[in-house]
């Protein structure tokens, strides 16, 4: 998993309420991501960071927000969820040009 | 608007068989196409990855082929074996530090 650890690794949550999630990697890459992945819609990018401080939307960015304060902290938070957020998420990281995007173990979300 | 197009949903493969996964895009401006695998309960992991400037690559019993002119790519899995068995993602990106655009992911089965 190239360092990257996902927290919480299953959160069941209610309609409204706020949720944030943690990506923490240890191998100091520049670039994250944070990716959705949901059946017949393979993985969607929500949000990426190309450096702390310094983040830009993906495809399906609407409910979602993201803060990179450190190098090594990427996090995800869903202002209210929805039940259309009951998904499992994603955290990528990647160093540099001619690198690869390694990724978590995943988060599963559910929201009733 | 799905940027990339991936073949089939799903796959059932006798052990020993060739196993064949198509992806087609739609943006020129892509020069950068990984093939992801991914285990359940896990996230996906790069198995490997080709640019335009070939039509191959190879990586022991995975191969790439590349088609610029038809903007398709495909991935074969030479002597499958049951191992083998997990969801397949192509896709494609300008340059590998932009944003991945996923296709939809195939279940490839391997029976023995």
């Known amino acids: 998993d190239a360092g990257i650890t996902q927290s919480p690794r299953h959160k069941v949550t209610e309609t409204g309420t706020p949720v944030t999630l943690r990506c923490h990697q240890t191998e100091n890459h520049r670039y994250m991501y944070w990716y959705r992945q949901d059946p017949g819609h393979g993985l969607r990018l929500i949000h990426y960071s190309y450096g702390v401080k310094d983040t830009d939307k993906g495809e399906v960015s609407d409910g979602y927000s993201v803060s990179r304060s450190k190098t090594e902290d990427f996090l995800l938070t869903l202002e209210s969820a929805t039940s259309s957020q009951t998904s499992v998420y994603f955290c990528a990281t990647l160093a540099g040009v001619g690198d690869t995007q390694y990724f978590g173990p995943g988060t599963r979300l559910t929201v009733l | ?112």
């Open chain 2, 1 to 112: 608007q799905q940027q990339v197009k991936q073949s089939p949903q799903s796959l059932i493969v006798q052990k020993g068989g060739i196993s064949i996964i198509n992806c087609a895009y739609e943006n020129t401006a892509f020069d950068y196409f990984p093939w992801y695998q991914q285990f359940p309960g896990k996230g996906p992991a790069l198995l490997i990855a080709i640019r335009p400037d070939v039509s191959e690559k190879k990586e022991g019993r995975f191969t790439i082929s590349f088609n610029k002119s038809a903007k398709q790519f495909s991935l074969h899995i030479m002597d499958s074996q049951p191992g083998d068995s997990a969801t397949y993602f192509c896709a494609a990106s300008k340059g590998n530090t932009d944003k991945l655009i996923f296709g939809t992911g195939t279940r490839l089965q391997v029976f023995p």
